[in-house]
T-cell receptor, first 113, second 114 residues
Framework: EAQVTQNPRYLITVTGKKLTVTCSQN?????MSWYRQDPGLGLRQIYY???????DKGDVPEGYKVSRKEKRNFPLILESPSPNQTSLYFC????????????FGDGTRLSIL | AQSVTQLGSHVSVSEGALVLLRCNYS??????LFWYVQYPNQGLQLLLK??????LVKGINGFEAEFKKSETSFHLTKPSAHMSDAAEYFCAVSDPGNFNKFYFGSGTKLNVKP
C-alpha cells in the first residue's frame, strides 16, 4: 500500500528542546515536501526536496531544517522550537519534482509550551 | 509569492443541492491549480487539477472545476451534494516561476445537511 508515514503523530514539548519529525514514503518518489497547517491560514510550505541531497525553502522556512540523505526519508528538524511553531504538520510526496503533492501523511500535531 | 483566496470559510448545503466552493488566485501568469479535500484527522487528497489543458476539469467523487482566466478563478462544483462530501476543501496553486512551490488557500469547510 502506498504510504507516507509521519512520526510522531502527537508531541507536546517545551521551548528550546530540539525535536525531529520523521517522514518516510514507500513509493520511490523523488519529490517530498513539508507543510504546516494553521486555522484560517491553510497550508504553508516549509521546505521541499526534489531528490536526494537537493532541498530548497518554501514559503515559511524560518526555524526549521530538513535533510534528504535517502530517497525515502525527509525529516523535519526544529533545532530550538518556540511556541509559534505549535501547529499541525504534514509531509507529502509526489513521483517527480514539478508535480503537485500526491500523497500526504496523516499529520503530526506539535504543541510547544 | 502567490495568493489564493477561498471565499467563505464555511459553506452549508442540503443533501442533493448544488455545491459551489469559490477560489481565486492572484497570478498574472496562469498557474497550475488544484483542489484537495481533507477529512477529519487525515491528510489531504487530490480531487482534481488544472494544468493548461481543458478549462473544465473533472475530478473524483463527481466534482469538477472550471478555470476562468479572465476572472482568475477556479471554482469547485458538484451538482448534487452527498453526506459523505462533508469535509474541508483547499484550493492550491503552483508558482508559475517554480513548479516545486505550492500555495494553499485557507480552506472551506463544507457541511451537508440531511
Amino acid at each position: 500500500e502506498a504510504q507516507v508515514t509521519q512520526n510522531p503523530r502527537y508531541l507536546i514539548t517545551v521551548t528550546g528542546k530540539k525535536l525531529t519529525v520523521t517522514c518516510s514514503q514507500n513509493m520511490n518518489h523523488e519529490y517530498m515536501s513539508w507543510y504546516r497547517q494553521d486555522p484560517g491560514l491553510g497550508l504553508r510550505q516549509i521546505y521541499y526536496s526534489m531528490n536526494v541531497e537537493v532541498t530548497d525553502k518554501g514559503d515559511v522556512p524560518e526555524g526549521y531544517k530538513v535533510s534528504r540523505k535517502e530517497k525515502r526519508n525527509f525529516p523535519l528538524i526544529l533545532e530550538s522550537p518556540s511556541p509559534n511553531q505549535t501547529s499541525l504538520y504534514f509531509c507529502a510526496s509526489s513521483l517527480e519534482s514539478g508535480n503537485q503533492p500526491q500523497h500526504f501523511g496523516d499529520g503530526t500535531r506539535l504543541s510547544i509550551l | 509569492a502567490q495568493s489564493v483566496t477561498q471565499l467563505g470559510s464555511h459553506v452549508s448545503v442540503s443533501e442533493g443541492a448544488l455545491v459551489l466552493l469559490r477560489c481565486n488566485y492572484s497570478s498574472s501568469v496562469p498557474p497550475y491549480l488544484f483542489w484537495y479535500v481533507q477529512y477529519p484527522n487525515q491528510g489531504l487528497q487530490l480531487l482534481l487539477k488544472y494544468t493548461s489543458a481543458a478549462t473544465l476539469v473533472k475530478g473524483i467523487n463527481g466534482f469538477e472545476a472550471e478555470f476562468k482566466k479572465s476572472e482568475t478563478s477556479f471554482h469547485l462544483t458538484k451538482p448534487s451534494a452527498h453526506m459523505s462530501d462533508a469535509a474541508e476543501y483547499f484550493c492550491a496553486v503552483s508558482d508559475p516561476g517554480n513548479f516545486n512551490k505550492f500555495y494553499f488557500g485557507s480552506g472551506t469547510k463544507l457541511n451537508v445537511k440531511p
